[in-house]
């Protein structure tokens, strides 16, 4: 079977969910949400940065225009980088972090994307085109 872009951002979705998940149990030792909060950090960060230089890129590319949709899932990441911000100033300051409203607009970011960006995507690219993408993911991510 072919590996789809969508395929493989799933794969991904589902493990930046396993980790933010692991941040929101373990809220009352500091120590063990200071370190998840940074892997969870740090792996959503190469997740933005694999949407925009490498699938926003290619899309923009192929099509030869940004569209809505790319602008408002860029929109989604500044806004979820805001929010990253806050939380870690609170924990620099030993505040407990809440994290409702970043799961609530993460799953709705998640939930655009695995339900038309990158199936429309993955019609959209010829096959070379998919294979190229998929690669670039692969060097970035552990799909």
């Known amino acids: 079977m072919k590996q789809t872009i969508e395929g ?15 941040l929101e149990e373990n809220l009352d030792d500091y120590d063990k949400t200071k370190h ?11 997740h933005f940065f694999v949407e925009e230089k490498v699938i926003f890129d290619s899309f923009v590319s192929i099509s030869g225009q940004e569209t809505n949709d790319t602008f408002h899932l860029l929109e989604d990441h500044v806004r979820i980088i805001g929010l990253l911000k806050v939380i870690e100033k609170r924990l620099n300051e030993k505040i407990k972090p809440k994290l409702e409203y970043l799961r609530q607009v993460i799953e709705m970011h998640r939930e655009f994307e695995d339900n038309e960006f990158y ?3 993955d019609k959209r690219l010829s ?6 993408v998929s690669e670039k993911i692969k060097e970035i991510v552990p799909c």
């Open 8 to 22: 493989l951002m799933l794969k991904e979705h589902e493990r930046l969910d396993k980790l933010l998940t692991v």
């Open 36 to 46: 998840n909060f940074d892997c969870f950090k740090w792996s959503l960060e190469k």
């Open 119 to 121: 199936p429309n995507l």
């Open 127 to 132: 096959p070379e085109q998919k294979k190229r």
